[in-house]
């Protein structure tokens, strides 16, 4: 056989099997979470990059490396999304009915829908194009900025979000936890 058959079998194996979180799963965005939502990964480069600019941030200013928390992760990932999906760019969660859009939930109750320990912080942008662009605009913003450098956090999660029907198409969220 051919290297370059092998190769096109090869991958076409890798390719067939689903990688964990990455499938297509329904998630509803017109009513609140219940923490079981496990949103479709987009970019997960985009996510690696922001959480090691975080890191390398905090590390530069004496902190810990936050330890990213798979359930933050599906937190963030959530909040992006749902921003993305009900148009909409607000810490707290927003559905959308006839009447436009209504508040529902608080940031940190969301947030102990997924993480079930002490969510103490979270940043979100929208429109930005690219991880250094959030990461900048972040530390360029004293309260984004006092997040990124949050002395009682350990643990963390980043979510990416697109959608090209939606006001500003790119949805970022970042958020941590004490414990």
Known sequence: MKPISLCIILSMVVLSFKMPNEGSI???FDTNPSGQEHVRVLNRAYEKELIDLINQY????????LKVHSDLMRASRY???????EDYHEHATFNRTHNGLKREMNTFRRISNFY????NAENIAAGYGSPADVFKAWMQSPGHNR???NE???RMGVGYYRNFNSKFKS???FETAAN
């Open 26 to 28: 329904k998630v509803k």
């Open 58 to 65: 905090r590390h530069k200013h004496g902190l810990n490396h």
């Open 79 to 85: 909040h992006a999304a749902d921003m993305a999906h």
């Open 171 to 173: 949805y970022w969220v």
């Open 116 to 119: 079930k320990g002490f969510p």
């Open 147 to 149: 997040n990124l450098l």
């Open 152 to 154: 009682n956090a350990i």
